[in-house]
């Protein structure tokens, strides 16, 4: 029993030494809260580092806090058995402009190296779209987080920053019961904005593609 407890605290301090590790190494992208209520617009800090450790080694920019002269929207996939993707539209001069990463490791483990980058600027008319379904989302009216949780699966992050405010979503398997949990407006945003990335590979978790393009 002794020799357990012996272990036990030896891995959980090799944990610990680990965070430390990677959370000197990475940028933090995220507001973080530790309390158990979890303030709206925040996150963990556990969730924090692991979200930061993919936007970091996708060279992203953080958004947080925000900036009154910006208009950004980003919207980061983790699949756990899956590519990590994020695709990021920026409002410059009256067109958004999207920036997009896919790299080859795994959301719920090591993130890799980038895969593929792009960058296009969206067209009148998809400006236009994309701003439409951003006004139906109403993301800064939303809780961060909705009242499904999972270990597994992949996880959903959507930051917006735009007046000055600065917001996220914090999303498990938003194809789960998607109208159910008031989703839609969501995975809508999500999709149009990996149809309009220009990435070579859609977001998929154990295979299984998660954005089925339309």
């Given at each position: 029993?002794k020799n357990l407890l012996r272990t036990?605290?030896?891995?959980?301090?090799?944990?610990?030494?680990?965070?430390?590790?990677?959370?000197?190494?990475?940028?933090?992208?995220?507001?973080?809260?530790?309390?158990?209520?979890?303030?709206?617009?925040?996150?963990?800090?556990?969730?924090?580092?692991?979200?930061?450790?993919?936007?970091?080694?996708?060279?992203?920019?953080?958004?947080?806090?925000?900036?009154?002269?910006?208009?950004?929207?980003?919207?980061?996939?983790?699949?756990?058995?899956?590519?990590?993707?994020?695709?990021?539209?920026?409002?410059?001069?009256?067109?958004?402009?999207?920036?997009s990463c896919r790299l080859d490791g795994?959301?719920?483990?090591?993130?890799?190296?980038?895969?593929?980058?792009?960058?296009?600027?969206?067209?009148?008319?998809?400006?236009?779209?994309?701003?439409?379904?951003?006004?139906?989302?109403?993301?800064?009216?939303?809780?961060?987080?909705?009242?499904?949780?999972?270990?597994?699966?992949?996880?959903?992050?959507?930051?917006?920053?735009?007046?000055?405010?600065?917001?996220?979503?914090?999303?498990?398997?938003?194809?789960?019961?998607?109208?159910?949990?008031?989703?839609?407006?969501?995975?809508?945003?999500?999709?149009?904005?990996?149809?309009?990335?220009?990435?070579?590979?859609?977001?998929?978790?154990?295979?299984?593609?998660?954005?089925?393009?339309?």
């Open positions: 029993m036990l605290l030896v891995l959980f301090a090799a944990n610990l030494g680990f965070a430390d590790e990677a959370s000197e190494k990475t940028t933090i992208y995220f507001p973080v809260t530790k309390d158990t209520e979890r303030k709206n617009g925040s996150i963990s800090e556990f969730e924090s580092e692991w979200y930061s450790k993919h936007l970091s080694a996708m060279g992203e920019p953080s958004l947080s806090p925000a900036k009154k002269e910006v208009t950004t929207y980003r919207f980061l996939i983790l699949p756990t058995w899956g590519h990590p993707v994020s695709v990021r539209a920026e409002l410059s001069g009256e067109l958004f402009k999207l920036t795994q959301g719920g483990y090591d993130p890799g190296k980038v895969a593929e980058r792009h960058e296009v600027t969206l067209s009148k008319a998809d400006t236009a779209k994309l701003s439409k379904l951003l006004d139906v989302l109403k993301m800064f009216e939303r809780p961060t987080e909705d009242t499904e949780s999972g270990m597994d699966g992949d996880q959903w992050i959507f930051e917006g920053v735009s007046g000055g405010k600065y917001h996220i979503l914090n999303i498990w398997c938003a194809v789960e019961d998607t109208k159910k949990r008031g989703l839609e407006p969501f995975v809508q945003v999500c999709q149009f904005l990996i149809t309009q990335s220009k990435l070579n590979e859609r977001p998929k978790n154990i295979g299984d593609e998660l954005l089925q393009a339309k």
